[in-house]
């Protein structure tokens, strides 16, 4: 939001920082302390973030205010990868399957005492959400298939029960695509 840009530079994930990088590049330290951050994401508004803390007992996917301080526990499953709706009511994130080591897209309320609710029909070895479209009907991911290790950009189109699973980008065998994002107005991807 506003031009700046959140990142984990530690390499140490149970020492992991997040801080602040403004255009002209100087760093300042976001508020939150030390911590194992698995992902973070922002609001639509730039007032929220969205921590994904896994350090033990202390699995959990938080929210908090942007510019640092006390979090709260959304929910005790932490997400891995998560993305804000467009209006700001819904995290989507990647969730682990209990007793499985398969993944799956997940979306919770961000209001207290909700639920994950599944998205994805099925479950794969690696998935990564990434972004909502513009709309708020789908969602962007990325996915890798076990025995291949061929990665694919998919859609999961929020507007059909179940969900349909469209295919955006086949990478093949000797391109890797993942972490897709969606232009502002939806005409593009990176």
Do not use: C, H, M
């Amino acid at each position: 939001s506003g031009g700046t840009l959140a990142y984990v530079p530690s390499p140490e994930i149970s020492r992991r920082s997040l801080v602040w990088i403004a255009p002209d590049g100087g760093v300042t330290d976001a508020g939150f302390g030390q911590r194992a951050f698995g992902s973070v994401s922002l609001s639509p508004d730039g007032r929220l973030a969205a921590l994904s803390v896994g350090d033990g007992s202390e699995n959990a996917l938080y929210v908090a205010a942007a510019s640092g301080g006390t979090s709260t526990v959304l929910t005790q499953t932490v997400a891995w990868s998560t993305a804000w709706s467009p209006d700001g009511k819904w995290i989507a994130g990647t969730i682990r399957v209990p007793n499985t080591s398969a993944e799956t897209i997940a979306r919770i309320a961000v209001e207290p005492g909700r639920a994950w609710e599944g998205l994805l029909p099925s479950a794969a070895v690696e998935v990564i959400v990434s972004d909502w479209t513009p709309d708020g009907r789908g969602l962007l991911y990325s996915l890798r298939d076990s025995a291949s290790g061929r990665r694919t950009v998919a859609r999961l189109a929020l507007d059909s029960t179940p969900p349909k699973v469209e295919i955006v980008v086949d990478s093949g065998k000797d391109r890797i695509a993942q972490l897709p994002s969606i232009s502002p107005d939806g005409r593009w991807l990176a």
